[in-house]
């Protein structure tokens, strides 16, 4: 190229700043094994406590652990107290169960999504679609189909991002099932949207035993039936 010939490449975009996660946990090796996915990407994470009495065993990684040990599990709660503490920071929030595992890259895609889109939540793909998505219905709580789990553009519980700008929080009446159903309801008719990443792909983010911990728990179970009929409560009118 002369000294004539302007470079005309377009300026490298600068990396979006500004990211922690937050992962409810009662510790365990999925929590150290998605650490190390976390660390790999830079991102530092927030784990709530929900009952672990090893943590030193965290210490090789960037974490931070808030304490939370109340008489009753309550993971609206556990959310957010990790979700406030990121938002003091200026930050997104990736909010992760801990039995996730992270390809290389994936919490930047998503972040980046979160900001293109100018949404407030966004989550990867989790059946083979090529494009991001918005929900295809209509705003009105009405044209929410219900059961809310069988729509084609719901949230994925266990891998979602919440921009650091989203004014919803959790609702702390959910203790185990639906905290996550309700949140996404309220944002998608208050907030400035849902948005599925397409480029997340199923084979970036695996949950690896869904609906394990609740299965093999009676108290869960029972706790998950008294939010369903809290939801159904809260929703039914609209």
């Known amino acids: 190229m002369s000294d004539a010939q302007a470079d005309t490449s377009p300026e490298p975009r600068p990396a979006i700043t500004g990211l922690v996660a937050v992962v409810p946990s009662r510790g365990g090796q999925g929590l150290v094994d998605l650490l190390t996915d976390l660390e790999y990407d830079a991102v530092p994470t927030i784990v709530v406590d929900g009952g672990f009495p090893e943590w030193a065993s965290l210490n090789s990684f960037d974490v931070r652990i808030i304490c939370e040990r109340p008489n009753e599990t309550n993971i609206s709660r556990w959310w957010n107290l ?90 702390e009446q959910f203790r185990w099932w639906y905290g996550d159903t309700d949140f996404e309801r309220r944002v998608r ?44 409560a809260k929703w039914s009118g609209q």
């Open 189 to 232: 008719l208050e907030g400035r949207g849902v948005v599925r990443v397409g480029s997340v792909r199923p084979d970036d983010v695996r949950h690896l035993r869904p609906n394990v911990a609740t299965l093999a728990a009676p108290e869960l179970q029972a706790l998950a039936a008294e939010d369903e009929r809290r939801f159904r």
């Open 82 to 171: 990790g979700v406030d503490q990121a938002c003091l920071a200026s930050c997104d929030v990736l909010v992760l169960n801990d039995d996730v595992r992270l390809a290389p890259g994936a919490a930047l895609k998503l972040q980046a999504a979160l900001h293109a889109h100018e949404a407030d939540v966004v989550f990867p793909d989790w059946d083979g679609r090529l494009e991001d998505s918005r929900a295809s219905y209509g705003p009105h709580p009405s044209s929410f189909p219900f059961p809310w789990f069988v729509h084609d553009d719901r949230m994925s519980g266990w891998c979602f991002m919440i921009s650091r700008d989203c004014p919803i929080t959790f609702d």
